[in-house]
Nanobody, 124 residues
């Protein structure tokens, strides 16, 4: 069992940066690939970043590539999402998710554990 708690959301202006954190419970954090997703009102949950168990590989959709960076610190049981040059369309609830496998799926239905989400609002 893994419990995930996101933090770091808030209200920012377009062009600003924000760093989200996701703290995980348990001793097996390093066994999980991690993903960040976002969900805006009336829209489906969207994959925005993923990282392998060791952190040696990261994955992004084209919509955020070059502006978002995912990283992890397995000693601290934490995964991060650095978001730069934020746009109003990034406004959403951001979730971290864990899957106990070596690969990083972009489909939300494959993940085993989810946090409660943190709200990010980007004003224009």
């Amino acid at each position: 069992q893994v419990q995930l708690v996101e933090s770091g959301g808030g209200l920012v202006q377009a062009g600003d940066s924000l760093r989200l954190s996701c703290a995980a419970s348990g001793r097996t954090f390093g066994s999980y690939a991690m993903g960040w997703f976002r969900q805006a009102p009336g829209k489906e949950r969207e994959f925005v970043a993923g990282i392998t168990q060791s952190g040696d590989r990261t994955y992004y959709p084209d919509s955020v590539k070059g502006r978002f960076t995912i990283s992890r610190d397995n000693a601290k049981n934490t995964v991060y999402l650095q978001m730069n040059s934020l746009k109003p369309e990034a406004t959403a609830v951001y979730y971290c998710a864990a899957i106990r496998t070596y690969y990083v799926p972009s489909s939300s239905s494959l993940y085993d554990y989810w946090g409660q989400g943190t709200q990010v609002t980007v004003s224009s």
